[in-house]
């Protein structure tokens, strides 16, 4: 019976983490009308008339989350044909997790800004457990040899989380840096994150120690019985 017990409640849990949809972990859209504040564009992209450039921004996470999906706003040459790549990076804007030649979708919210089409990108990724802390996102778009892409700036000054945005550029030879370091606007870019709060690893491991505990529990009562 205790093991029908534990079958029956491990099941119901990888039912749960089965059909657990992501949620909205962190917004960084923080102007009306899709987003974009109307100050300026930062590139991103690679293989396009430029080589490489990521344009990111940070993210706070005060408990455990599986990130699974990345959503941005840009603007890009819709001529071309791209996939799109996301990386993450801890605080100290070192890489941690870089995922190519993802496929992406694209919603245009403005068909002509800066001469390019305005669009809301999503990507889903593998799923990557972090624990709390401070993070930094960014998402490009790669295409092979020509096409662009630009990320949107969002908020009109206003800082959310705990810098403005960062960028990074192989093409220009410019390690991760603040946008104001490097004379851009001091601004935030358009993302989101999505995911779970809590990883479904967790939620098992969670569920075995429970079933662990149960199992001892039987035990310690079996040897009582037969002591004499």
């Known amino acids: 019976m205790h093991r029908f017990r534990a079958a ?10 089965s059909v657990a949809h992501a ?13 974009f504040d109307g100050l300026t564009y930062i590139s991103s992209e690679k293989d396009t008339t430029i080589v490489g450039t990521w344009a990111g921004d940070d993210a706070l996470f005060a408990q455990w989350v599986t990130v699974t999906g990345i959503e941005w706003l840009a603007v890009r040459d819709p001529l071309y044909t791209y996939t799109a790549e996301v990386t993450i990076l801890n605080s100290s804007l070192t890489p941690m997790h870089t995922f190519t030649d993802l496929p992406y979708t694209a919603t245009v919210v403005r068909d002509e800004l800066f001469d390019y ?8 990724i593998p799923p990557v457990d972090l624990p709390p802390g401070h993070y930094y996102i960014a998402a490009r778009l790669a295409c092979d040899g020509a096409g662009a892409n630009k990320m949107l700036s969002t908020g009109g000054g206003t800082i959310n989380g705990v ?4 960028f990074q550029s192989d093409h220009f030879g410019i390690p991760w840096s603040l946008l104001g370091d490097l004379g851009a606007p001091q601004t935030d870019l358009g993302y989101r994150i999505y995911g779970t709060p809590e990883p479904a690893a967790f939620v098992l491991l969670a569920a075995g120690a429970l079933v662990l505990r149960r199992r001892r529990r039987t035990w310690t009562g079996v040897s009582s019985f037969w002591s004499p």
Request: net charge negative.
């Open 163 to 166: 810098t403005m945005g960062v």
């Open 8 to 17: 029956l409640f491990i099941g119901l849990i990888l039912v749960g983490v």
């Open 117 to 124: 089409q305005a669009y809301r990108g999503f990507a889903e």
């Open 23 to 35: 949620e909205l972990l962190w917004d960084n859209f923080l102007t009306n009308r899709d987003g």
